[in-house]
């Protein structure tokens, strides 16, 4: 009956935290009651943390470094908002609307712009294209001119041959 019941998936359910209210009650009887319960749970909870451990994914290099300055910048930015409260009875420079439109100053945190990685390539094709296009056009270009000045040459020469007759 143990054996059963440290099958039926409950000790599963409770580890990832999907067990019911009455569930995990009555494992927490059945854990204080049979110690094999508790062997089995103890057992299946070092399972898990081992093999979230085994697929665990190191975050990228300086990623705490960008989440503590995203940090001090929302804090530095709440400090400054505090600051600019006034009482609601003293109107001030601020509290009055200007004439004419308003606009809404924008400032980017960085200067570069970020694009998705897949994009990138297509970014990197659409470069090579353009370059690959342009040295054409430049060969296409000379060409014609050296066609244009050949047919200009037997033009000339047509038109001495025509004189001489």
Do not use: C
Not at 58 to 79: G, N, Y
Not at 116 to 123: D, E, Q, T
Request: a negative charge; charged letters at 25%; hydrophobic letters at 40%.
């Amino acid at each position: 009956m143990i054996h059963q019941y440290i099958n039926s998936g409950i000790l599963e359910a409770y580890v990832t935290g999907s067990a019911s209210e009455t569930e995990v009650e009555e494992l927490l009887r059945m854990k204080a009651r049979h110690p094999e319960v508790n062997i089995a749970l103890q057992e299946l909870e070092a399972d898990m943390e081992f093999l979230a451990g085994r697929m665990a994914v190191m975050p990228p290099a300086r990623t705490w470094d960008k989440i503590s300055d995203e940090i001090d910048e929302i804090m530095l930015r709440e400090k400054k908002e505090v600051s600019k409260f006034r009482p609601a009875n003293q109107p001030t420079e601020e509290t009055i609307p200007p004439a004419g439109p308003t606009y809404i100053e924008v400032e980017g945190a960085s200067s570069h712009m970020r694009i998705h990685k897949a994009w990138r390539w297509v970014f990197a094709a659409v470069f090579v294209l353009g370059k690959i296009f342009l040295a054409f056009a430049i060969y296409f270009y000379l060409e014609n001119r050296q066609a244009q000045t050949q047919l200009n040459e037997l033009k000339t020469e047509i038109q001495q041959l025509k004189g001489k007759h």
